[in-house]
């Protein structure tokens, strides 16, 4: 148990960093990405290949990330696929049997 709050606790003060750089680099990312679809003269594209890898990823640290279960996306996937999308969500199911008490 003593475990188990540790690493909640560490994810906690990661986080207390983390976010705020990631949501610093996201609406960085989301100006620039307004610019690039107004100069490319309304073209969705442009912007998306600014808005998907600034916006897109993890704005949290978790526990499976600092035990090394997943790692942290700070840049997000440009484009899933729908294979992606499905085993990316397969592989994100919470194992509730052995989830502490209080998740």
């Not at 188990?4 to 906690?12: D, E, H, I, N």
């Not at 700070?74 to 992606?84: A, I, K, S, V």
């Amino acid at each position: 148990m003593a475990k188990s709050a540790g690493v909640g606790l560490g994810s906690g003060i990661a986080t207390l960093v983390y976010a705020p750089a990631k949501t610093f680099y996201a609406f960085g990312g989301v100006m620039v990405g307004a610019l690039a679809y107004a100069f490319s003269g309304g073209d969705a594209d442009v912007a998306r290949v600014v808005l998907e890898p600034s916006v897109l990823g993890d704005y949290v640290i978790t526990p499976r990330h600092l035990e090394g279960e997943r790692p942290i996306a700070f840049f997000g996937q440009q484009r899933l696929t729908e294979e992606d999308y499905e085993s990316a969500y397969r592989a994100e199911e919470p194992d509730v049997a052995s989830a502490p008490d209080g998740w």
